[in-house]
């Protein structure tokens, strides 16, 4: 296989969809026999796309979905790879491509916060006056953010909004901030944004594209100053993302789905597929079993 030759395209946009089953069909039509793998979350909100692509058929791929949806160019992410970094492809229609379970109070559709480009990105940060904050769970945090960011240490997207509710509004001379926030891709902070703004908040800003378009703004910009600092968490084989775009130096744990680095999986509690420091202790044995089977079931598919 030749270097290079899979495309990786993470696309979101929020838009209404009345005949879901309908759209579902169409998109499910542009994919039929086409080398992809992935995920496609269709909802009445819009549509949120993480797949990865032949090469070759990428620029058909993209016209097609252009035909049935309107976005900009700048709305996609995309980087290459040697190799698909799913396993499946899905389609799957949800409640909402992203899980609030507080729809009336986060709905981009109706307004979001002003939106900051990637190129723009470092000098709004660099304000003394302007508050940042990372909207991504706490172990994606740890392992790379941008400086001075703010962590609210939660685990999932129900407990950020919360935090933002319960102690973030709470935080002195706050309306004389500029609140600034930023996530992989850019999804969590439409959702996020426009939750503040319905809790009254005005001066709201989210980077546009996220950290991928960022890191992606960075590397074809070589005068950039990048501010980023680690590595990047995402949701596929890769685990993690250098400032490269490339795959990071993080693996996954099969059983808590965290990542760990190599001293992590040196460490004795380490049984790969099966188990790592952070849940061992809370595993029982018949889980590991499953843990044990799935693992040795993937080692024969690839």
Excluded at 112 to 139: H, P, Q
Excluded at 220 to 229: A, F, H, P, T, V
Aim: some cysteine; proline content about 1%.
């Amino acid at each position: 296989m030749s270097k290079s030759s899979y495309i990786v395209l993470s696309l979101y946009k929020f838009f209404e969809i009345k005949k879901i089953f309908n759209f579902k069909n169409n998109i499910n039509k542009i994919f039929s026999g086409i080398d992809v793998k992935g995920i496609i979350l269709i909802a009445p909100e819009g549509i949120n796309i993480n797949i990865s692509i032949k090469e070759a058929a990428y620029e058909a791929i993209e016209k097609k979905l252009k035909k049935i949806f309107n976005y900009q160019d700048e709305d996609i992410k995309k980087n290459k790879e040697e190799k698909h970094i799913f396993r499946k492809f899905k389609i799957k229609i949800k409640k909402e491509i992203l899980t609030t379970r507080n729809v009336k109070d986060t709905n981009p559709l109706n307004q979001v916060g002003k939106y900051i480009e990637a190129d723009k990105w470092n000098s709004f940060i660099s304000d003394t006056n302007t508050l940042l904050i990372d909207m991504r769970n706490n172990y994606e945090v740890e392992i790379g953010t941008f400086n001075q960011a703010i962590n609210p240490k939660c685990e999932n997207f129900t407990e950020l909004l919360n935090w933002l509710k319960n102690d973030f509004m709470n935080i002195k001379n706050l309306d004389n901030k500029k609140i600034a926030m930023f996530c992989t891709g850019g999804i969590r902070c439409e959702k996020a944004t426009s939750f503040l703004l319905n809790l009254g908040k005005k001066n709201v800003y989210h980077l546009k594209g996220g950290i991928l378009k960022y890191l992606e703004k960075q590397n074809n910009n070589s005068n950039n100053k990048n501010l980023w600092k680690g590595e990047c968490f995402v949701f596929d084989n890769r685990v993690s993302l250098d400032t490269n775009l490339k795959k990071g130096s993080y693996s996954l744990c099969h059983a808590c789905r965290m990542p760990l680095t190599n001293a992590d999986k040196n460490r004795e509690e380490y049984i790969e597929g099966e188990a790592c420091h952070l849940c061992y202790s809370i595993k029982t044995e018949e889980q590991r079993k499953r843990y044990r089977m799935r693992n040795n079931q993937i080692k024969l598919r690839n």
